[in-house]
């Protein structure tokens, strides 16, 4: 299994002299947590709703001047499509945050994935495994 079996985000991507506006809206639009940060083809940041949060309306910046250089985190966690969801799991909730850039095999950022759509997809399957378990429990006759 891996996370490319996971419903995930499409990348959405700013630039560095974007404004948090401009971000946000693109944000909402897609209806996505965060936007990964790029310069060219490097990743430089991610901006996410905590930064809008944190480092925007906290600190009474104002979003239509403000570029997202001056309030992305620049230390970007990325994985590979490939990657095991549990092991992405675990490493999001070690590092305290919610979503992380997916590489496909050549390096590029291609999707983003959510701490909320890994959790999704384990309780989908567990649902799944719990009605085939009750279709075969109650498969056999009265009485069991």
Same mark, same amino acid.
Do not use: W
């Given at each position: 299994?891996?996370?490319?079996?996971? #419903?995930?985000?499409?990348?959405?991507?700013?630039?560095?002299?974007?404004?948090?506006?401009?971000?946000?809206?693109?944000?909402?639009? !897609?209806?996505?947590?965060?936007?990964?940060?790029?310069?060219?083809?490097?990743?430089?940041?991610?901006?996410?709703?905590?930064?809008?949060?944190?480092?925007?309306?906290?600190?009474?910046?104002?979003?239509?001047?403000?570029?997202?250089?001056?309030?992305?985190?620049?230390?970007?966690?990325?994985?590979?499509?490939?990657?095991?969801?549990?092991?992405?799991?675990?490493?999001?909730?070690?590092? #305290?945050?919610?979503?992380?850039?997916?590489?496909?095999?050549?390096?590029?950022?291609?999707?983003?994935?959510?701490?909320?759509?890994?959790?999704?997809?384990?309780?989908?399957?567990? !649902?799944?495994?719990? #009605?085939?378990?009750?279709?075969?429990?109650?498969? #056999?006759?009265?009485?069991?």
């Amino acid at each position: 299994m891996s996370l490319k079996n996971i #419903d995930m985000h499409t990348l959405i991507t700013g630039t560095p002299t974007d404004t948090v506006s401009q971000a946000v809206e693109r944000m909402l639009e !897609r209806r996505c947590g965060a936007l990964v940060i790029m310069d060219g083809d490097r990743i430089v940041g991610i901006f996410t709703e905590r930064d809008v949060l944190r480092r925007v309306v906290g600190a009474k910046l104002d979003p239509e001047t403000t570029q997202l250089a001056d309030v992305m985190t620049t230390e970007v966690h990325t994985t590979v499509e490939d990657a095991d969801p549990e092991e992405a799991l675990v490493f999001m909730v070690r590092h #305290d945050f919610r979503h992380l850039p997916v590489l496909d095999c050549s390096g590029r950022p291609t999707a983003i994935v959510s701490i909320r759509r890994i959790f999704k997809f384990y309780a989908d399957n567990q !649902r799944q495994l719990l #009605d085939s378990l009750v279709s075969y429990m109650g498969a #056999d006759g009265p009485g069991g």
